[in-house]
């Protein structure tokens, strides 16, 4: 299986008006607890053995890059379900995090869709 891409969303969709401070600042849903997940994920995927890495968000939440960029799976820090445009990309390839599991860096939600793409993968073959 090839190296398939995890991005981490935690700012909205450019769109008129959003100011580009959103989400800076390290409160809630700041870029301070941000990394404190990724470390928490790159750690899980590491013990899993799993040929997947996760990244943070480089294309300032543009879904035509992400999708340019071939990322497999989304997954989107608490308050951006409806801040965050993902037409184009597969709904269920994206996972919405929920206050509490972002906050006690909860990874069960990733690793569950990892593990079932895997098998759809493996039933596909």
């Known amino acids: 299986m090839d190296t ?3 991005y981490f969303i935690s700012s909205p969709s450019p769109t008129l008006g959003r100011s580009p401070l959103h989400g ?4 809630l849903f700041g870029h301070y607890k941000e990394e404190e997940y990724l470390a928490c994920l790159r750690q899980g995927l590491k013990e899993k053995h799993t040929a997947w890495t996760v990244a943070s968000d480089n294309t300032e939440s543009d879904i035509e890059k992400i999708i340019a960029q071939r990322v497999k799976l989304l997954v989107c820090a608490p308050g951006l379900r409806f801040q965050f445009y993902s037409q184009g990309f597969e709904p269920k390839n994206i996972i919405h995090l929920s206050t509490m599991d972002y906050v ?4 069960q939600p990733v690793i569950n869709r990892i593990t079932a793409l895997c098998h759809e993968e493996s039933l596909n073959r």
């Not at 800076?24 to 409160?27: N, V």
């Not at 006690?104 to 990874?107: C, R």
């Open 4 to 6: 398939e891409t995890i």
């Open 24 to 27: 800076m600042g390290g409160g």
């Open 104 to 107: 006690n860096n909860n990874i």
